[in-house]
């Protein structure tokens, strides 16, 4: 589990989330100094409009601050058309409001489609609110800061402590897996009599992690995604078996199984495998012994389920236990291969 560094009640932030804040901020201070500087000392105008593109293109890997570039560009150069071609053709005083209304229209209208183009509103502004007399400079001004503010803001995610799309990937998902791990714990042990509390903190921490997850593999521009698109799976998957687990500690407030043995083996089994996949997220090697240990423990439960053929509710109960838990065990074996430790 992440432990807090700053828990100020509305919000808990890891170790992580504090150093992407912290990333974030820097490279925004220095994106933001570096347009000014060079815009000041070329004599610009428009440093207004350049530091708004650099710090807005700044994003938490190189792969999204590229990824983020390429759909700036085509939204500024949408706004920037409009925004001209109403300067021109329309009457003074009402051009730049016609201009105004039309970007943002075609702007926003894309934006419902693809969220990436909301960024690009600044930039359609800017360029939408040039004189009438002298539309096209304006425009021209503006088009050349938005340009610097994007190559600045490039150079700063890639020289200034940079983290790349594939290794921000990487950390969600293996985030993902120890929330997914933890709540397996909590829901067995309820299960199994130890009546913890499901918070739901593992939860929404669980799909927090998921979709930046995904998110960054979407980003990853220049290494192969098979690997974690696979891992994503897997551990989706192994947090549908934690779902199956869930159900049998919401049927009953009774305790499942009156066999304490059994319970024993299932507690060491949950706590095995979560174990397991913790060991994942640490970079540990050579799981075999304990996948080994699991199986045994798994082929002995199982043998078990023969004990409650005359109590039905118990026996569907435990039967769908010891499945959760045995489809938590195979996926946690394809995690395994996955993490690269055949």
């Not at 594939?166 to 897996?177: G, N, Q, V």
């Not at 979407?218 to 687990?245: C, F, H, P, W």
């Amino acid at each position: 589990m992440l432990k807090p560094v700053f828990d100020l009640g509305f919000v808990t932030l890891s170790k992580r989330e504090t150093r992407d804040m912290a990333r974030l901020a820097l490279q925004s201070a220095i994106a933001a100094c570096i347009v000014f500087i060079v815009m000041q000392a070329a004599g610009m105008p428009e440093k207004f409009v350049g530091i708004l593109s650099a710090v807005l293109i700044v994003q938490p890997s190189i792969g999204s601050t590229l990824g983020e570039a390429l759909e700036r560009l085509l939204a500024a150069f949408v706004g920037s058309v409009i925004g001209i071609i109403c300067l021109l053709l329309l009457p003074d005083g009402y051009g730049t409001a016609s201009a105004l209304a039309f970007s943002m229209l075609i702007i926003n209208a894309i934006a419902a489609i693809k969220p990436q183009w909301r960024y690009g509103v600044v930039a359609a502004v800017a360029l939408s609110l040039g004189a009438e007399a002298n539309a096209t400079e304006t425009a021209i001004d503006r088009s050349l800061a938005i340009g610097i503010g994007i190559a600045v803001g490039i150079f700063v995610s890639i020289c200034v402590w940079p983290e790349t799309a594939e290794r921000r990937a990487k950390h969600r998902l293996d985030s993902a897996l120890n929330a997914a791990a933890d709540r397996m714990e909590i829901v067995v042990r309820s299960a199994l009599g130890d009546k913890r509390r499901d918070s739901g903190k593992e939860k929404e921490r669980f799909h927090e992690n998921m979709k930046k997850a995904a998110s960054a593999i979407g980003a990853i521009r220049l290494a192969d995604t098979k690997i974690l698109e696979e891992r994503m799976q897997l551990i989706e998957q192994l947090y549908n078996s934690v779902l199956i687990l869930n159900c049998v500690d919401k049927e009953s407030d009774d305790v499942l199984s009156y066999d304490k043995d059994f319970r024993c083996k299932a507690d060491e089994l949950c706590r095995n495998c979560s174990e397991l996949a913790r060991g994942l997220v640490d970079g540990e090697r050579g799981h075999q012994r304990s996948l080994n240990d699991v199986d045994v423990l798994l082929s002995s439960i199982k043998g078990a389920l023969s004990n409650y053929e005359k109590d039905k509710d118990q026996g569907m109960r435990t039967a769908t236990l010891v499945f959760g838990l045995s489809q938590a065990f195979k996926n946690l074996r394809n995690l395994v291969e996955n993490y690269g430790d055949k």
